[in-house]
C-alpha cells in the first residue's frame, strides 16, 4: 500500500485522503474575520491562523506518533522531550489567552475568553474521528453566534465549503482546519457572550477535554 505523503493522511477506514481542506478553512475563516470590527478582527486573526498553523505543524511532525490526548505529550515532555502534540497545546492556549485579553478588559473574564477559544479549538478536533463530524460540530456551535453577530459567519462558511468533500472522504481538515474552525468559533462564542456565558462554555470545554476520549468515541457514534 502506497504510504501516504505529507499533504495526504490515512483517515479512521484507512483511505489516503488529502488534506488540503485544512490550510483552506484556515485561510478562509481568517480572511472572512477581516471584516470583523476591529478588536475581534485582532483576536479573530491571532486565534485562528495560530491554531491553523499548530495544527498543520502537529499534522506534518506527529502524523506518526501514536500518542493521543494531554497527558501522553505533557508525560513525554516530563520526560524532556517537546512533541508536536505539546507545541500545539502551549501554542494554542497562549493564542487563545491574547486574544482573549483582547476581547475583553477585566483580567477574569480575559482569562475565561482564552479557556473558552482554546477550548473550542480542541474541542472541535476531538470530536474530528469521522468523516465531516468536525465541520458539523463547527456548523452547530456558530449558529448561536450568528443571532448576536456576524463574526461567526467567516468559520461556518468555512466549514460549509469544505464539507461536501470531508464526507465523501475526498479530503479531510486534520488537525489544521479541526484547530482554525474550533478557535474561530470560540472567538465568536466569548465576543457574544458576557461572565456567566464564559463561566458556562468554559466549565463545558474543560470537562469536554477532561474526558476527551469519551467525546471523542460518542462521535465515532452514526448521527442516524
Given at each position: 500500500?502506497?504510504?501516504?505523503?505529507?499533504?495526504?493522511?490515512?483517515?479512521?477506514?484507512?483511505?489516503?485522503?488529502?488534506?488540503?481542506?485544512?490550510?483552506?478553512?484556515?485561510?478562509?475563516?481568517?480572511?472572512?474575520?477581516?471584516?470583523?470590527?476591529?478588536?475581534?478582527?485582532?483576536?479573530?486573526?491571532?486565534?485562528?491562523?495560530?491554531?491553523?498553523?499548530?495544527?498543520?505543524?502537529?499534522?506534518?511532525?506527529?502524523?506518526?506518533?501514536?500518542?493521543?490526548?494531554?497527558?501522553?505529550?505533557?508525560?513525554?515532555?516530563?520526560?524532556?522531550?517537546?512533541?508536536?502534540?505539546?507545541?500545539?497545546?502551549?501554542?494554542?492556549?497562549?493564542?487563545?489567552?491574547?486574544?482573549?485579553?483582547?476581547?475583553k478588559r477585566r483580567p477574569v473574564d480575559a482569562a475565561l475568553a482564552g479557556v473558552v477559544i482554546a477550548g473550542t479549538a480542541h474541542f472541535v478536533n476531538l470530536v474530528d474521528v469521522r468523516?465531516?463530524?468536525?465541520?458539523?460540530?463547527?456548523?452547530?456551535?456558530?449558529?448561536?453566534?450568528?443571532?448576536?453577530?456576524?463574526?461567526?459567519?467567516?468559520?461556518?462558511?468555512?466549514?460549509?465549503?469544505?464539507?461536501?468533500?470531508?464526507?465523501?472522504?475526498?479530503?479531510?481538515?486534520?488537525?489544521?482546519?479541526?484547530?482554525?474552525?474550533?478557535?474561530?468559533?470560540?472567538?465568536?462564542?466569548?465576543?457574544?457572550?458576557?461572565?456567566?456565558?464564559?463561566?458556562?462554555?468554559?466549565?463545558?470545554?474543560?470537562?469536554?477535554?477532561?474526558?476527551?476520549?469519551?467525546?471523542?468515541?460518542?462521535?465515532?457514534?452514526?448521527?442516524?
Amino acid at each position: 500500500m502506497k504510504p501516504a505523503s505529507v499533504g495526504e493522511r490515512k483517515n479512521y477506514a484507512g483511505r489516503t485522503v488529502d488534506l488540503c481542506p485544512g490550510p483552506a478553512v484556515t485561510v478562509g475563516a481568517a480572511a472572512g474575520a477581516l471584516l470583523a470590527e476591529r478588536e475581534a478582527r485582532g483576536a479573530a486573526l491571532l486565534a485562528t491562523l495560530v491554531a491553523g498553523a499548530c495544527g498543520g505543524y502537529d499534522d506534518v511532525a506527529g502524523r506518526d506518533d501514536p500518542r493521543r490526548g494531554f497527558r501522553a505529550h505533557l508525560g513525554a515532555l516530563r520526560d524532556g522531550e517537546l512533541t508536536s502534540g505539546a507545541v500545539k497545546l502551549f501554542g494554542i492556549s497562549a493564542a487563545g489567552l491574547v486574544a482573549g485579553a483582547m476581547l475583553k478588559r477585566r483580567p477574569v473574564d480575559a482569562a475565561l475568553a482564552g479557556v473558552v477559544i482554546a477550548g473550542t479549538a480542541h474541542f472541535v478536533n476531538l470530536v474530528d474521528v469521522r468523516p465531516g463530524r468536525a465541520a458539523q460540530v463547527a456548523l452547530a456551535l456558530g449558529v448561536p453566534g450568528l443571532l448576536r453577530g456576524s463574526l461567526a459567519a467567516a468559520p461556518m462558511g468555512a466549514a460549509a465549503a469544505v464539507l461536501p468533500d470531508d464526507l465523501a472522504e475526498r479530503g479531510m481538515l486534520g488537525d489544521a482546519g479541526a484547530h482554525a474552525l474550533g478557535a474561530a468559533v470560540g472567538v465568536a462564542i466569548v465576543a457574544g457572550n458576557g461572565r456567566p456565558g464564559l463561566v458556562a462554555h468554559a466549565a463545558g470545554l474543560v470537562a469536554a477535554a477532561v474526558y476527551g476520549d469519551r467525546v471523542s468515541t460518542l462521535a465515532q457514534r452514526p448521527l442516524t
